[in-house]
């Protein structure tokens, strides 16, 4: 300890000595009028500031190098220029235009730190904002507003992503770029995560294995934690979330500061909800749930690098509604007491960067545990397990220009699962997973114009699994197992900009999937299911191919996009149509060779002379069959979203007034899987209105929403309630209130 805590004052020191550089200008409109309160930052340093009444602004102790500078004020286009230190002070005036669209931001789910136009792959980012985005209790449903994204869900406090008809094992959930790891394979597990703290979303549609190895296969889904306060100030918010339907409330409060080298924060979350109301007025038994979580870093930013250090914390306890459960529950409540799930995981993450001249090397690591136990009743604690798992990584980007990046790394990780407290079922073994992989990739930029990206990737695996049981008991002994997997992948792809206005984007992608510990080892009851794993299983292969169009100008942008993937040895649970002595259902892990097609669309108008409306529409769609033509299990129904939007920027005391109307159309799916029901259609209308108001120089949102208005009985295709002929929730009014407060620190 005392060894850590020289090391971090001899990196303050250094930094403190180092000679400053700096950037500095002025933020204006394009008819030279100020701009007071633009938010300029270096997503690179983890520095940002807010332009002064002049529209002035400085940001001190800058390395050398190319750095992005990303420039925001709401109602203009984001500014994203490069910019190379060397050394001296930067002079750098900015002047921003007005649009009704936002048309790109920096993203950084990709490997590089790019704009999303100069990504070769399509990075989708959802901001979290109140004022745009539903109120619903689950974060999984967030997602769902991105075309192409769909959740798997049991109930509100179950939920989990689904990207372009894949899901669980083959989608992989990063927090803050780290790997999150908490028993992800079932669709009955949460996601394991909240939206509190949480500035962006990023999400890539397809393969991402280059980048991220295994469980990257179908796609990657990013949360991004809220940027640091500006130098020089300290800054919080209370958020609260009250819902009718569920009788619930989702709450968090976070304060952050930061000074000339140091910043950190702290956040803490609430979520309590009780079993949901269906269409039609009737409770759904054991929906309920309740969540904690504690989110805080602190780092430090010098121009030798950045240091940031992050400890994340949550306990999810949740209700099953399974048959037991429902035939026993009569009334409604809140606390989860029997067919429940607890989920405790700690998170502790170090990421860095240091600036070596004009290379930049990233060493990152963290250590996850997770503890997941499984009850009938509150004493009878059926399965217990440990889920510990250390990652790390290293990444060099190399000395690189407007026109060019090179990245090299190395990637691990080391994961160990135990069962703890001697409990009756063993559904997993004890077992041991080591991960090393080496990739590189890179991109560059011709004739201003065409982007090219490529890379390669390597990837060695060894899961050390132990025996269960003894081999006279035939029915549920499994013998000891050591499996090695490797693989390689790899993709290119293009990006070309036929002019400011329109681009079209291609990729293909290699990627591979190893079975988990669940897929090859499972054996035992799983809620209300029997599952059997399959030792013998392959790794998944992909071959992906998509083309992308996007089209924008100040007041219109539209996206068109499709892709084909082929999936060999495609690992899905499927029912035997058998059962066990006890009558339980009997499900066995499988794998063939399948694929996937389809595409998205979708448009965003203002019209020019209604600045007041906004128009929005998409179109989802996706079909997954096996070769031998079985369709695919959990593939999304085709999707139409309809939003218009009324805005103003103020009425009366209100400022950002919106009200809005979405109708979603969801057609029936009539390609279910074997032993999988086909679902009708339906369609659901929203309301929501809200806005800002002053309150001692601070703005309050307050937003009211009605999410189905009609109370319509339905059932999604993806919902596993419907397992028990249990229809999604019906109607619900709710309230969300965000209340801002700040201060100042010595900047200095």
């Not at 004022?131 to 075309?147: D, W």
């Not at 679902?679 to 309301?687: A, E, H, M, P």
């Amino acid at each position: 300890m005392k060894q850590i805590s020289f090391i971090f004052a001899l990196v303050c020191l250094i930094g403190h000595t180092i000679a400053q550089n700096k950037i500095s200008g002025f933020v204006t409109t394009q008819d030279q009028t100020p701009l007071f309160g633009a938010l300029i930052s270096i997503p690179e340093l983890n520095k940002s500031t807010i332009s002064d009444s002049k529209g002035y602004y400085e940001i001190n102790n800058i390395p050398n190098g190319s750095l992005k500078i990303q420039v925001s004020f709401l109602g203009f286009a984001t500014y994203i220029e490069t910019l190379i230190s060397e050394g001296t002070p930067i002079k750098h005036n900015i002047t921003l235009s007005q649009t009704a669209i936002a048309v790109e931001e920096i993203v950084v789910s990709g490997g590089y730190l790019k704009t999303q136009h100069d990504n070769a792959v399509k990075i989708e980012l959802l901001k979290m904002d109140p004022l745009t985005q539903l109120a619903t209790p689950n974060v999984s449903e967030l997602l769902t507003s991105i075309p192409g994204v769909d959740m798997i869900s049991k109930g509100n406090g179950v939920a989990k992503p689904v990207i372009r008809g894949l899901s669980m094992n083959d989608i992989l959930i990063l927090n803050n770029g780290v790997r999150n790891e908490n028993y992800q394979y079932s669709s009955h597990h949460p996601l394991g995560l909240d939206e509190f703290g949480i500035e962006d979303v990023e999400v890539i549609k397809g393969p991402a294995s280059l980048i991220y190895g295994s469980d990257a296969i179908g796609g990657v889904v990013n949360f991004i934690k809220e940027k640091p306060a500006p130098v020089g100030a300290i800054l919080g918010d209370y958020n609260v979330q009250l819902f009718s339907n569920s009788l619930g409330i989702n709450q968090s409060l976070g304060i952050k500061g930061a000074g000339k080298h140091i910043f950190g924060g702290v956040r803490f979350g609430h979520k309590n909800h009780a079993d949901y109301l269906q269409g039609g007025g009737a409770f759904v038994p054991n929906t309920r749930f309740n969540e904690y979580s504690l989110k805080s870093n602190i780092g430090f930013t010098g121009k030798m690098g950045v240091f940031k250090l992050y400890y994340d914390y949550i306990q999810e306890n949740l209700g099953l509604a399974e048959d037991e459960a429902v035939e026993s529950i009569t009334e409604r409540g809140w606390i989860p007491q029997i067919w429940y799930q607890k989920f405790n995981t700690h998170l502790l993450s170090s990421q860095n960067k240091l600036f070596l001249g004009k290379s930049i090397l990233d060493v990152n690591a963290a250590l996850q545990q997770t503890e997941l136990m499984h009850a009938e009743e509150a004493e009878e604690v059926e399965i217990e397990m440990q889920l510990r798992t250390i990652t790390y990584e290293i990444k060099l980007k190399l000395p690189s220009s407007q026109k060019s990046d090179y990245i090299l790394g190395f990637q691990g990780f080391n994961q160990r699962n135990l069962n703890i407290n001697d409990r009756e079922v063993q559904l997993l073994p004890n077992a041991t997973t080591s991960n090393y992989s080496v990739f590189g990739l890179f991109q560059r930029t011709f004739f201003k114009k065409l982007s090219l990206q490529a890379g390669i990737r390597y990837d060695w695996r060894r899961m050390v699994i132990q025996s269960v049981g003894i081999p006279s008991d035939t029915n549920s002994y499994r013998p000891s197992l050591n499996k090695y997997f490797s693989s390689f992948s790899g993709s290119f792809g293009a990006t070309y900009h036929l002019n400011n206005r329109l681009l079209i984007r291609s990729n293909v992608a290699s990627a591979y999937r190893t079975p988990n510990l669940a897929e090859l080892t499972s054996r035992g009851q799983h809620e209300l299911r029997f599952e059997i794993g399959n030792a013998y299983l392959e790794p998944e292969q992909s071959l992906e191919g998509d083309i992308s169009m996007h089209y924008h100008i100040d007041n219109l942008s539209i996206d068109v996009a499709a892709f084909y993937n082929q999936i060999n040895d495609f690992i899905y649970i499927a029912p035997t149509g058998t059962t066990t002595a006890d009558g339980i259902g009997i499900y066995r892990y499988f794998q063939n060779d399948s694929y996937l097609y389809g595409g998205e669309t979708g448009f965003h108008f203002h019209p020019r002379h209604y600045k007041w409306l906004c128009l929005e529409g998409t179109y989802a769609m996706v079909i997954g069959k096996q070769v031998n033509g079985d369709y695919l299990p959990f593939i999304p129904a085709h999707k139409i979203k309809i939003e218009v939007r009324f805005e103003n920027e103020q009425l009366w005391r209100f400022h950002d007034v919106f009200a809005a109307i979405n109708n979603q159309t969801v057609l029936a799916q009539n390609r279910p899987a074997p032993e999988e029901d086909a679902t009708k259609g339906y369609s659901l209308i929203d309301f929501s209105f809200g806005g800002q108001f002053k309150a001692r120089n601070q703005r309050i949102t307050v937003v009211f929403s009605i999410n189905n208005i009609l109370d319509t009985k339905y059932i999604d295709h993806l919902s596993t309630l419907k397992e028990v002929n249990l229809f999604n929730p019906g109607r619900n009014f709710a309230l969300t209130l965000k209340v801002p407060f700040a201060g100042k620190v010595d900047g200095r």
